[in-house]
């Protein structure tokens, strides 16, 4: 019985260790005040499964700030790449591919925006008045979404991602890694 349980806490803290990249990008980086616990310690090795549970929420609310930033010139320019794409992907890994670009790129006009208030910490600008795009996978059901974003975060270093993003930079370098002109 402890065998079990051991090895259910083991899995749950390999969890944590895959969650951490897709946090730190959509929670600490965009707003620490997302998170219950900003130095990302806290029962991590007492609770894994509550710390799990709360990343989990907490990236969520992360992405929903994020969205506000996601572009729909760079989330056509993504999808487009990751469909030509001749790499042997399922539909769920292609859209956590997808969902990791349109997030590294909301992401990098998030920071964009607030390198131009000069302050080293400023709460996040305002997003821009553009229409709020759906991130693929909003739609998961609260049982699979532990997964959904366990995928997300697997693929933020993806080269289909990388090579998304760059596609991007090259496509649209008026507007790769700036805000849109109503957030300047």
């Known amino acids: 019985m402890t065998g079990a349980a051991v090895s259910a806490w083991l899995r749950e803290r390999r969890g944590l260790k895959a969650f951490r ?7 600490l980086n965009v707003d620490d005040r997302l998170a219950l616990d900003p130095s990302g310690a806290g029962l991590r090795l007492v609770s894994v499964r509550f710390t799990l549970h709360r990343w989990v929420v907490e990236i969520l609310d992360g992405m929903r700030v994020l969205r506000a930033w996601s572009s729909p010139e760079a989330a056509k320019t993504i999808r487009r790449h990751a469909h030509a794409s001749p790499l042997p992907l399922s539909a769920a890994e292609r859209q956590a591919v997808m969902t990791a670009a349109v997030l590294r790129d909301a992401h990098l ?7 131009t208030e000069g302050s080293s ?5 305002l997003p821009p008045d553009a229409t709020v ?3 693929l996978g909003e739609d998961t059901a609260a049982a699979d979404e532990r997964a959904r974003l366990l995928l997300v975060a697997a693929h933020l270093n993806h080269p289909l991602t990388d090579s998304s993003l760059a596609e991007l930079r090259t496509t649209s ?5 700036r805000p849109p002109a109503s957030a300047r």
Do not use: E
Not at 21 to 27: C, E, I, K
Not at 109 to 115: F, N, S
Not at 121 to 125: G, I, N, Q, V
């Open 21 to 27: 990249p897709l946090w730190q990008l959509a929670v």
């Open 109 to 115: 006009r998030l920071q964009a925006a607030r390198g």
């Open 121 to 125: 910490r400023p709460p996040p600008p």
């Open 133 to 135: 795009l759906a991130l």
């Open 173 to 177: 370098p008026s507007t790769a890694g």
